[in-house]
């Protein structure tokens, strides 16, 4: 029998196990998608931090600390596409809206560096920066897209 000329019962079948696999590769996607999108904030926001810790008065070290960002986040995204599987579809969705939230309250945090913050101020904003991908990779890991 073709594909074309299915039984409705061949067809619930077929169904039934496309939904069984979908189910199961985004439980191993979970976990993955997760660490992924916690590192990319935790990253970000660490940034922000030596952002704040060495300019303008250190541009070297913030340099060089912006070099070490690079390799992380490269290591990160190879570890991620090596271990990446088919993932429920709203884990993109939500990668996509805490990546953009996150980028622009580093975007914020970037445009403030003139402003001398004390220093508290600024480690719970750069935990702010963290959050969107902290929250969207807890959701990934619950399996909530």
Known sequence: MTENNLT???????????????SATTRRAAPVAAITTAGVGVL???????????LPEHPVAFAVSLAAYGVALTALMVWYHRRQVVAQRGFGTAYGWAFTLTMT????????LRVDWPWLVAVVYCFVVALP?????????????
């Open 8 to 22: 409705s019962e061949q067809a619930r079948e077929r169904l039934a196990a496309a939904e069984q696999f979908a």
């Open 44 to 54: 970000v926001a660490l940034v922000l931090a030596v952002s704040y810790a060495t």
């Open 105 to 112: 309250l580093y975007s914020i945090g970037i445009a403030s």
């Open 133 to 145: 991908m902290t929250v969207a990779a807890i959701r990934m890991a619950r399996g909530c897209p």
